[in-house]
């Protein structure tokens, strides 16, 4: 989605906002644009990569002032051209604006401004924002900013600088984020911590409805009534470095590689001995043995991937600890009338904790006064600051769009709670505690173990990288595993796929199968091993070629029916999907290289959707 920095200080602002933009890129955008201040307003867009905004401004040489505001444009209202990029300056050429959300009333403000003589330049919501900002203002920003945005519906971050006030930013935010940052001397603001890192690690997560003002050195924040806030910064405690390709040539191939560290800070502090053997301690979510006692039911929301990972915490709840569980797509959650009852407790999963349609959840899980839970990456988001417990993921910055890490240590931090759960609610019995966590601690181990040789993975993806069609097969906890494998697979290398309970073939699937038809099969699952191998035949013999991921000890159930097979080492049941996980994200991975797409920033992708 969308990205907005912001620099005001002693140093020359336009190549500072290019260099946050550049980091904001990940996010997924399709034009950008910048505006310094000088006491005249220099503006310059273009649509396409980044790289043409740098060459049109001799990479920000060109453009001179210490104040301004960039913005990565994720086209919503009106194609993605250079007139509808951002900033927008409003006709008097006095105001100049960013904005990441949406404005739902922006065709009634825009009649409203047309009867008073107001020319627009743009097809964007957002250009009604700088023009009202304009129609407000008489020499005191703030007050017309406030008078504006009084007048909006729908979600906004934004950006704001006059002409006349060239040390200021203005930044405003609701239902969309912001953080807001402070140095000696210079101030920042910026949709995530990846733009401004490099500057300051101390940063102020904007709550809803604030309004800042920002000066170079100072950060004033006020509350909607205009009451000045006082908002406590948060460390970020991870560095640039985190943020970098470290000599891979992919984010996505190093996140992936990074999976058994992830795993390890996901468990650690969060598996503890006492006489008894190893048990799970969760009080740094809050979720003592009393808050998990009362637990009823689990109701899981998420989309995309982390929507996946709750259909992996589903088995895993349900199977293993005995709680009912249900699972539903944040973005149907709020308008499916969900009956929730007391004593569920409903667990938001999101890795940047700023998904709309997931915070949108959350909100109406509390109005209808159950607990909630967010299992989130990024600390200070709006998931983690609203939900009643937090259980970080822990898995550092993520910035491929598509989602390896931080969707396995989602998994990995479900599969804590199920184990929770499983002791404190059901009372499941010691020894079959101890033998999921056992083979939890030595997780990474066998993570590594994968990851030491992929060349049957690379094997694969060169043999079936131009398939325009892939199926995916699994049972139980392989068919979850399966659904992430699919959408991984897709959302990369642009190839239709798409993930099935084995059971289900023959009940209309089976009919799109035909010689060379391509089925990946996740067949990690013992009690269900002969029913995959059935439904493996059923596709060996309409011609498919077959991928079978299994395990050691199940292989030789599968040696004589698939063209491929990758095994994974043998762990305790429930824990497979994080083991199947790397393999299929490598085959997305390699089968997407090979068809040469733009894996990190797959084409009309977000990495985070910030609006609905
Ligand atoms: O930040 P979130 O976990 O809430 O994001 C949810 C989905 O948008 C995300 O998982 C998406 O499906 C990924 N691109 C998949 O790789």
Redesign the pocket.
């Known amino acids: 989605m969308c990205g907005i920095v912001g620099y005001t200080g002693r140093a020359q602002a336009a190549p500072i906002l290019l260099y946050g933009l550049e980091r904001l890129e990940y996010r997924g955008y399709d034009s950008a644009g910048i505006t310094v201040n000088s006491g005249t307003l220099q503006t310059v867009k273009a649509s396409g990569r980044l790289a043409n905004l740098a060459a049109l401004t001799n990479n920000g040489a060109d453009l001179h002032g210490n104040c301004g505001i960039g913005h990565t444009r994720w086209a919503t209202h009106g194609e993605p051209t250079d007139n509808n990029a951002h900033p927008h300056v409003a006709s008097s050429g006095q105001i100049s604006i960013v904005h990441n959300g949406i404005i739902e009333n922006y065709r009634k403000l825009k009649d409203w401004l047309l009867a008073r003589g107001v020319a627009f330049q743009s097809e964007t919501d957002t250009e009604v924002v700088s023009q009202l900002i304009d129609y407000y203002y008489e020499g005191d920003l703030l007050a017309a900013v406030r008078k504006a945005i009084y007048k909006l519906e729908g979600s906004y971050a934004l950006g704001i600088v006059a002409a006349d006030a060239p040390d200021t930013i203005i930044a405003v935010r609701k239902d969309s984020p912001l953080i807001a940052a402070v140095t000696d001397g210079e101030a920042f603001i910026a949709s995530d911590v990846t733009a401004i890192i490099k500057y300051c690690r101390e940063v102020i997560y904007l709550d809803d409805n604030t309004i800042a003002v920002i000066t170079p050195g100072n950060i004033t924040c006020y509350n909607k009534y205009g009451k000045v806030q006082d908002l406590t910064p948060v460390t970020i405690d991870w560095d640039i470095e985190a943020a970098q390709k470290g000599g891979y040539a992919h984010f996505m191939l190093k996140e992936i590689n990074e999976q058994p560290k992830v795993l390890r800070d996901t468990l650690a502090g969060r598996i503890v001995a006492d006489a008894a053997g190893a048990r799970v301690d969760l009080s740094d979510a809050g979720l003592t043995p009393e808050v998990l006692q009362a637990v009823r039911k689990v109701h899981i929301v998420?989309?995309?991937?982390?929507y996946h990972a709750g259909v992996v915490a589903k088995y895993q709840l349900e199977g293993f600890a005995r709680i009912p569980c249900e699972v539903t797509l944040a973005s149907e959650f709020r308008y499916s009338s969900p009956v929730v009852l007391p004593g569920t407790l409903c667990v938001v999963?999101?890795?940047?904790?700023?998904?709309s349609d997931?915070i949108a959840a959350l909100r109406e899980a509390k109005a209808l006064g159950v607990s909630t839970l967010a299992v989130v990456n990024v600390r200070g988001s709006t998931i983690a600051r609203e939900a009643d417990y937090i259980l970080y993921t822990n898995a550092g910055p993520e910035i491929a769009?598509?989602?390896s890490k931080?969707?396995s240590a989602q998994v990995a931090a479900m599969t804590l709670l199920a184990v929770a759960l499983a002791e404190f609610n059901s009372g499941a019995k010691r020894e079959n505690l101890q033998a999921v966590l056992n083979d939890l601690i030595k997780l990474p181990d066998l993570e590594e173990q994968i990851l030491s040789d992929i060349s049957l993975v690379q094997l694969a993806a060169s043999r079936y990288f131009n398939h325009s069609s892939v199926f995916f097969i699994g049972r139980g906890l392989d068919y979850a595993a399966a659904l992430e494998a699919s959408?991984?697979l897709k959302?990369i290398s642009y190839i239709h796929s798409e993930a099935y309970a084995g059971g289900e073939l023959k009940h209309g699937t089976i009919s799109l199968i035909e010689p060379g038809t391509l089925v990946i099969a996740v067949a990690a699952c013992t009690k269900l091993a002969e029913k995959i191998e059935s439904n493996i035949k059923e596709v060996k013999t309409r011609g498919a070629e077959v991928l079978t991921i299994t395990t050691s000890s199940l292989s030789k159930n599968f040696t004589d029916c698939g063209d491929i097979l990758i095994e994974i080492p043998d762990t305790h049941e429930l824990l497979t999907p994080l083991l199947t996980a790397l393999p299929l994200q490598l085959f997305a991975y390699y089968t997407a290289l090979n068809n040469g797409c733009d894996i990190d920033k797959p084409r009309n992708?977000a990495?985070?959707?910030t609006v609905e």
Do not use: N, R
């Open positions: 998420g989309c995309g991937s982390a999963i999101s890795q940047s904790g700023e998904t997931s769009v598509a989602t931080a969707y959408l991984k959302e992708l990495k985070s959707v």
